[in-house]
C-alpha cells in the first residue's frame, strides 16, 4: 500500500483542528478509511524517521572511527539515501584499505 504523505499530513491537520475547536465539530468528519490512511501512513513517516536516525548514528559512528583524521569536515547528509550512500562509501573505502 503506498501512501500520499501529503495527503495524510493534510487530514492529520484537519481532525488535530476539529479537535481544538471542538470535539463534536459536526462539519468535520474522518471515515474509516481516511483514519486508517492517517494510522498507517503516520507509522510509515515514524518507521521512516527511525531508519533516518539509525542510518545517520551508524554514519557518524564509522566517521568517527574511520574516517575523522582523513576527513575531518564531513557532515551527515539530511536524507535518508544521502546518508546510505555516505555509509556505502564508506565501508568500501574500508574494504579496500584492508585488501
Known amino acids: 500500500m503506498t501512501f500520499?504523505?501529503?495527503k495524510i499530513l493534510e487530514l492529520a491537520e484537519r481532525h488535530e483542528l476539529a479537535v481544538k475547536l471542538d470535539k463534536?465539530?459536526?462539519?468535520f468528519h474522518l471515515?474509516?478509511?481516511?483514519?486508517?490512511v492517517i494510522a498507517f501512513g503516520l507509522?510509515?513517516?515514524?518507521n521512516q524517521e527511525a531508519a533516518r536516525a539509525y542510518a545517520r548514528r551508524l554514519a557518524t559512528a564509522l566517521w568517527?572511527?574511520?574516517?575523522?583524521?582523513?576527513?575531518p569536515e564531513w557532515?551527515?547528509?539530511p536524507d535518508l539515501m544521502g546518508?546510505?550512500?555516505?555509509?556505502?562509501?564508506?565501508?568500501?573505502?574500508l574494504r579496500r584499505a584492508y585488501d
Do not use: F, V
Open 4 to 6: 500520499d504523505h501529503a
Open 24 to 27: 463534536s465539530a459536526p462539519d
Open 31 to 36: 471515515s474509516y478509511d481516511d483514519m486508517a
Open 43 to 46: 507509522r510509515s513517516l515514524a
Open 64 to 71: 568517527e572511527k574511520h574516517w575523522k583524521i582523513d576527513a
Open 75 to 77: 557532515q551527515p547528509l
Open 83 to 93: 546518508l546510505l550512500t555516505q555509509i556505502d562509501n564508506a565501508t568500501a573505502g
